[in-house]
């Protein structure tokens, strides 16, 4: 696709429940990043995947966040028993897999959990 | 943001200069990243700087000293569409980090 895209935009659920937040890297950036951003704050960095090695998942927060990507390009980051400590904007971005280059990132998950 | 510090807050006039200051942690620096973020949109990239020394884009200048762990973005003829947030970022081993922002408003 043209850019990084995210869904959904808006994720509402309840305290307690799973979820699952989609992103779609632009084709052919090898690399792909989870960050996590709480009103008027900056971005919490929680995992990232780099070609085909390990994903470096040392910004998770808890073992409730996993994530994971299939065929080296969409991810999928899931939340298990979600807490309201978890509302925040989801954002994902993606890049060549070379020093310097540009991360471009989706428009975002807003989750809030009630 | 893993040492990575720059001021939480910044105010200026249409029309001025403003100079936002990050600092960081050296330890497996591979370059640094200036990104703006409007309220409620996604960061887009200004500026990327491996060496030392300015580099001008328009408008905007980033400047970098490894040495020192310390970089600004500098911001001339300030312009109401730069009321922003500021990100900071270091690829250190080759992910990249973000300090907290800085939140610029811009007066009239």
């Known amino acids: 696709g043209a850019g990084v895209s995210q869904s959904p935009s808006n994720k509402v659920t309840e305290k307690g429940k799973d979820v699952e937040l989609r992103c779609d890297p632009i084709?052919?950036?090898?690399?792909l990043y989870w960050y996590r951003q709480s009103l008027g704050q900056g971005l919490e960095f929680l995992i990232y995947?780099?070609?085909?090695?390990?994903?470096?998942k040392s910004g998770l927060p808890s073992d409730r966040f996993s994530a994971e990507r299939t065929g080296g390009s969409v991810s999928t980051l899931t939340i298990q028993r979600t807490q309201q400590e978890d509302s925040a904007v989801y954002l994902c971005a993606s890049n060549l897999l070379f020093t310097g280059a540009e991360a471009f990132f989706g428009q975002g998950t807003r989750l809030t959990v009630v | 943001g893993q040492n990575i510090d720059q001021p939480t807050e910044m105010t200026a006039t249409e029309g001025a200069i403003v100079q936002i200051n990050c600092t960081y942690q050296?330890?497996?620096?591979?370059?640094l990243f200036w990104y703006q973020q409007h309220a409620g949109e996604a960061p887009t990239f200004l500026s990327y700087?491996?060496?030392?020394g300015l580099e001008e884009k328009g408008r905007f200048s980033s400047f970098l000293s490894r040495s020192k762990g310390y970089s600004y973005l500098l911001l001339k003829e300030l312009q109401m569409k730069d009321s922003a947030s500021y990100l900071c970022a270091v690829n250190r081993d080759d992910k990249i980090i973000f300090g907290k922002g800085t939140r610029l408003h811009i007066l009239p």
């Open positions: 084709s052919g950036h090898t690399a």
């Open positions: 700087n491996v060496l030392d």
């Open positions: 050296t330890s497996g620096f591979n370059g």
């Open positions: 995947f780099q070609g085909n090695s390990a994903p470096d």
